[in-house]
């Protein structure tokens, strides 16, 4: 999430910033996915009514970048029941067309950008999801480095404090605004030897993304990062000395609304949500 200008000026650099990108797809060999991971360390069922839990979620409401968030986006995120909520056995994270001023800033959209209350270095994670369907909507399942310096997360100091993208971030899913037919799997991290900024990831083709749920997958050990839907991996990257992925992550749920990956806004929009059926850490 944090990414998508550099993302943009590094990848798709002939792209205007009012110009609809377009992103070349390349494609690993399909092989079933293999895993050491077999022992569940962490998880949400969601099988409660209510609020998300309390000892397993934080959500982040603090905006930023002087009372916004990043990448244009132009949502406030709320720990609030409309924005929120566990029913029928499935997290909604909802992106509701409704004014609100927080920090001195008024947004006209609110959703909501969840953190897991729990951190982990190496495992697998597996997180089963159903996604918006509306234009204008950037849902994203990922992970960011515990020690990211970033004012209003849940770890604070505790694991360090570095600035994005030294931190590593790692998008197991990003959906554009405009073509909701792909799932962006993406690295983002500071080269450790030389401080420069680098990415590497593709792009998938997924049916029925809001209609159906989908099982999206993270293997990360010391040798590699790899990515797949319903099993099957479509992004690998090796996990090399020069990358920040040794230290402690968690992960976020989220929707933004528009900005650089979101896109234009329908007028029309009302509301849109992301439901998540389970959230599991393998070790």
């Known amino acids: 999430m944090f990414f998508v200008n550099l993302f943009f000026l590094f990848v798709i650099v002939s792209c205007s910033e009012n110009e609809t990108p377009s992103i070349e797809q390349e494609f690993v060999e399909k092989e079933v996915i293999v895993a050491d991971f077999s022992n569940l360390v962490w998880s949400d069922e969601f099988d409660y009514e209510g609020r998300p839990e309390t000892s397993k979620w934080h959500h982040q409401i603090y905006a930023p970048n002087n009372g916004s968030w990043h990448n244009g986006e132009v949502q406030h995120y709320l720990d609030h029941e409309d924005n929120t909520f566990v029913s029928d056995g499935t997290l909604k994270i909802k992106a509701i067309k409704k004014n609100y001023t927080t920090q001195g800033v008024t947004k006209e959209f609110t959703s909501a950008r969840m953190n897991s209350k729990y951190s982990f270095k190496y495992g697998k994670i597996e997180v089963r999801a159903k996604l918006p369907s509306g234009a204008g909507t950037w849902p994203a399942i990922w992970t960011l480095g515990a020690n990211i310096n970033e004012q209003g997360n849940y770890f604070g100091g505790q694991f360090g404090s570095v600035g994005w993208p030294n931190c590593g971030e790692i998008d197991i899913m990003e959906q554009n605004g405009w073509n909701k037919s792909q799932s962006y799997g993406y690295?983002?991290?500071?080269?450790?030897?030389?401080?420069?900024?680098?990415?590497?990831?593709?792009?998938?083709?997924?049916?029925?993304?809001?209609?159906?749920?989908?099982?999206?997958?993270?293997?990360?050990d010391?040798?590699?990062?790899?990515?797949a839907i319903d099993n099957e991996p479509f992004f690998k990257m090796s996990n090399v000395q020069s990358n920040p992925f040794d230290n402690a992550h968690y992960i976020l749920l989220n929707i933004a609304v528009g900005g650089s990956l979101g896109g234009d806004v329908p007028s029309n929009f009302v509301s849109e949500t992301m439901e998540i059926d389970y959230v599991r850490v393998y070790q």
């Open 187 to 220: 690295c983002h991290w500071g080269d450790t030897q030389t401080n420069e900024y680098k990415n590497d990831g593709t792009v998938a083709s997924i049916e029925n993304s809001s209609e159906a749920f989908h099982l999206f997958t993270l293997i990360w």
């Open 222 to 227: 010391e040798e590699k990062i790899q990515i």
